[in-house]
């Protein structure tokens, strides 16, 4: 859904057209100004969603590229270890976050 530039009202506008507004904002978002200061955006649920999906999938970017970055150092600076040791000291820290979940667990912090 292609967003179109934004169409601007006052509050009192906004406030006498509210019904026919809901019905049909359709892919024009309107801008609503009170002493010429904009103050509130308004858009549809589908165009809100389509933000939010599209927040998400550049968070989850983000996400990738610092992990992708952490396992080039991690790679550069183990790259003396043997898979054997890789695999250890992987079984160990599963262990270590088992061990520190479930005791958040018991003391009630996490359900």
């Keep these: 859904m292609a967003i179109k530039q934004p169409k601007t009202m006052s509050v009192t506008e906004f406030k006498s057209k509210l019904g026919s507004i809901a019905?049909?904002?359709?892919?024009?978002?309107?801008?609503?100004?009170?002493?010429g200061e904009p103050?509130?955006?308004?858009?549809?649920?589908?165009?809100?969603?389509?933000m939010v999906e599209e927040l998400e999938r550049k968070r989850r970017q983000e996400i990738l590229r610092k992990f992708e970055v952490i396992q080039k150092h991690n790679d550069e600076h183990?790259?003396?270890?043997?898979q054997e040791e890789i695999d250890a000291i992987?079984?160990?820290?599963?262990r270590e976050i088992r061990e520190a979940i479930q005791a958040r667990y018991e003391a009630g912090e996490i359900s």
């Design 78 to 82: 183990n790259a003396d270890l043997t």
């Design 39 to 50: 103050r509130l955006m308004v858009f549809s649920a589908e165009a809100g969603e389509a």
């Design 23 to 35: 019905s049909d904002i359709g892919d024009q978002p309107i801008v609503v100004e009170n002493h």
């Design 90 to 94: 992987a079984l160990q820290a599963g």
